[in-house]
């Protein structure tokens, strides 16, 4: 079993940055795939950014390519989303996955690979 804690949501205007982090306890967190995904208001849950167990691949919808990178810590079983020159496009709820390696790295942007989520945390951001 593992559980998932996001952490580091808030409000910035346009421009602005913010680092997400989801923090795993429970065993095993190096083997897993990671994933930050994102729901906004009225529309479907998205895929955001990937990373493999050992952090060497790293996957990103077009929507945030150049401006989030992903990144992970297997040992303090956390995993980051540093979000750069934010656009209110971006507000939604963002919320991280864990799922097994062999299949994330083909199938990441389908939900049905993760196993476990976190709960979410707000961004917002405004013009």
């Known amino acids: 079993q593992v559980q998932l804690v996001e952490s580091g949501g808030g409000s910035v205007q346009a421009g602005g940055s913010l680092r997400l982090s989801c923090t795993a306890s429970?065993?095993?967190?190096?083997?897993?795939?990671m994933s930050w995904f994102r729901q906004a208001p009225g529309k479907e849950r998205e895929f955001v950014a990937a990373i493999s167990w050992s952090g060497r691949s790293t996957y990103y919808a077009d929507s945030v390519k150049g401006r989030f990178t992903i990144s992970r810590d297997n040992a303090k079983n956390t995993v980051y989303l540093q979000m750069n020159n934010l656009k209110p496009e971006d507000t939604a709820v963002y919320s991280c996955?864990?799922?097994?390696?062999?299949?994330?790295?083909?199938?990441?942007?389908?939900?049905?690979?993760?196993?476990?989520w976190g709960q979410g945390t707000q961004v917002t951001v405004s013009s």
């Open positions: 996955a864990a799922g097994p390696d062999s299949a994330g790295s083909k199938y990441y942007q389908s939900t049905w690979v993760y196993n476990y």
């Open positions: 429970g065993r095993a967190f190096s083997t897993y795939f």
